[in-house]
T-cell receptor, first 111, second 112 residues
Framework: QKEVEQDPGPLSVPEGAIVSLNCTYSNSAFQYFMWYRQYSRKGPELLMYTYSSGNKEDGRFTAQVDKSSKYISLFIRDSQPSDSATYLCASQMDSSYKLIFGSGTRLLVRP | SAVISQKPSRDICQRGTSLTIQCQVD?????MFWYRQQPGQSLTLIAT?????????ESGFVIDKFPISRPNLTFSTLTVSNMSPEDSSIYLC?????????FGPGTRLTVL
């Protein structure tokens, strides 16, 4: 079993839709949770960074962590074609710099 | 965030040869990391490189295959040695900065 699981998609939505991207993880020692966006042939770009459970909002993006169910979510409001990319979730333990990544979900926002 | 550049951006190499990838950061950072992203798979940490000490390798990665240098706080190199087609991948460096990890653009390596 992978430590971080993510549906590869692709997920196709119309412009303006609310997008929900999700990951599950198995290691209860994970304390930090990140979302990265990766455009084709580019490096991952850090979008959101949360510690432990709770919500964090940044513009159109909301990250949500539920440690009781080991579930990580990223919501994108008013999605735009420029949001079309692969979204990677990652988890990290308190005692380590090592990031454990999901395999990524490819998102396509149709104009 | 820190600005990270990598050279080369891509290369095609013959099996049995070696390639050295460079990573340059615009700020001094303590922690630098090298990841591999194989086609259709998630990023996997190869090693952590701190300035002034030997790199720390993850399980499944060895120094003879992936030697790393970290001569100062803004630069690191990763060498992929004695390459085989299985080494075809994207290699990314990242840095720890202001509580987050930021990635370079990656080096796309194809081994024939």
């Amino acid at each position: 079993q992978k430590e971080v699981e993510q549906d590869p998609g692709p997920l196709s939505v119309p412009e303006g839709a609310i997008v929900s991207l999700n990951c599950t993880y198995s290691n209860s020692a994970f304390q930090y949770f990140m979302w990265y966006r990766q455009y084709s042939r580019k490096g991952p770009e850090l979008l959101m960074y949360t510690y432990s459970s709770g919500n964090k909002e940044d513009g159109r993006f909301t990250a949500q962590v539920d440690k009781s169910s080991k579930y990580i979510s990223l919501f994108i409001r008013d999605s735009q074609p420029s949001d079309s990319a692969t979204y990677l979730c990652a988890s990290q333990m308190d005692s380590s710099y090592k990031l454990i990544f999901g395999s990524g979900t490819r998102l396509l926002v149709r104009p | 965030s820190a600005v990270i550049s990598q050279k080369p951006s891509r290369d095609i190499c013959q099996r049995g040869t070696s390639l050295t990838i460079q990573c340059q950061v615009d700020s001094q950072v303590t922690m630098m990391f090298w990841y591999r992203q194989q086609p259709g798979q998630s990023l996997t940490l190869i090693a952590t490189a701190n300035q002034g000490s030997e790199a720390t390798y993850e399980s499944g990665f060895v120094i003879d295959k992936f030697p790393i240098s970290r001569p100062n706080l803004t630069f690191s190199t990763l060498t992929v040695s004695n390459m085989s087609p299985e080494d075809s991948s994207i290699y990314l460096c990242s840095v720890e900065w202001d509580g987050g990890q930021f990635f370079g653009p990656g080096t796309r390596l194809t081994v024939l």
